[in-house]
């Protein structure tokens, strides 16, 4: 098997040599460069920034666990593949920041031993993500709430100073407007349909609402060495209000979802959807350790 590469959609290079296989997805690399320079930036604190990098994979990992879920039962053949896409460009992602998570820190961590060995706790993706599917219109909601915050976020981080973060941000930049838009449509799509399709609509809206909050919430970790995500909020609601007022749909006056003594999604404080998803997401790997295809 040629091996392909975390960082091939960032620079170009030649092909790999074969080597051994790999967990994640399906695939391995040896060369973690090419062409992409990975040494931690002078000024920049490599724990830091890896676990900025692990927030940010988590959340894309976590996703795109979810939008395969929808597989085999989206409500038409053409979203299936749509949202199958979708959560292939997540996963690319995830695979990009885990594996920077394990280079910054300097601990040789891979993308599989971060994907597929850590226990719940050790997750800092934000809860939104990690939500059941629910309906349609409540994941349409979720993704139109995620894809808003992460474009944002995404433009922001395009400029940083770390060679690896900025490259994944800025290819992502043009796959999370993509996102957007498809949920965008969506929304308009039921929003503005019959009666029964806008109540549906509104309620994913309602039920995915509380869950922004904490996409808000800076961390100390981004403050450190990311975007502070609170300067994303006027932003992106003003982007969403619009939406929403095109669809013909209510802005939620709901509070934010509690925190559990000041603790959410990035200090490793999950619902219990986390750990279904994580036994399904991992349980090949764990029940036959070390094996490569």
């Known amino acids: 098997m040629t091996d392909d590469h975390v960082y091939l959609s960032l620079s170009e290079a030649s092909p790999e040599p074969e080597g051994e296989g790999r967990w994640a997805y399906g695939t391995g690399f040896a060369d973690p460069l090419l062409g992409v320079d990975t040494a931690v930036p002078p000024g920049l604190d490599g724990t830091d920034l890896a676990a900025y990098c692990l927030m940010l994979g988590d959340d894309a990992l976590v996703l795109a666990q979810r939008l395969i879920e929808w597989c085999t039962r989206a409500p038409e053949l053409e979203e299936e593949v749509a949202l199958a896409n979708l959560g292939l460009d997540l996963l690319g992602q995830a695979r ?71 490259a994944v941000a800025a290819r992502g930049v043009k796959e999370l407007a993509y996102h957007r838009e498809y949920a965008t449509a969506w929304t308009l799509r039921l929003g503005d349909g019959t009666p029964y399709s806008a109540a549906r609509m509104q309620a994913g809206v309602d039920a995915v609402w509380p869950l922004l909050e904490e996409l808000f919430t800076a961390h100390p970790v981004e403050l450190r060495v990311g975007v502070d995500p609170a300067t994303l909020r006027e932003p992106v609601l003003r982007s969403l209000v619009a939406v929403l007022a095109e669809a013909g749909l209510t802005v939620p006056d709901v509070p934010g979802l509690a925190t559990v003594g000041g603790r959410a999604g990035r200090d490793g404080v999950h619902s219990e959807a986390l750990g279904l998803l994580l036994a399904e997401l991992q349980v090949l790997a764990r029940a036959h350790p070390g094996a490569t295809w």
């Open 96 to 166: 990009q920041l885990l594996t920077r998570a394990g280079q910054a820190d300097g601990s040789g961590r891979t993308e599989d031993d971060l994907a597929y060995w850590r226990e719940e706790n050790e997750f800092r993706n934000v809860r939104l993500v990690e939500a059941p599917n629910g309906d349609f219109a409540y994941s349409i909601a979720r993704l139109l709430l995620f894809s808003t915050v992460r474009g944002a976020l995404y433009e922001a981080l395009a400029g940083h100073a770390d060679p690896v973060l900025s």
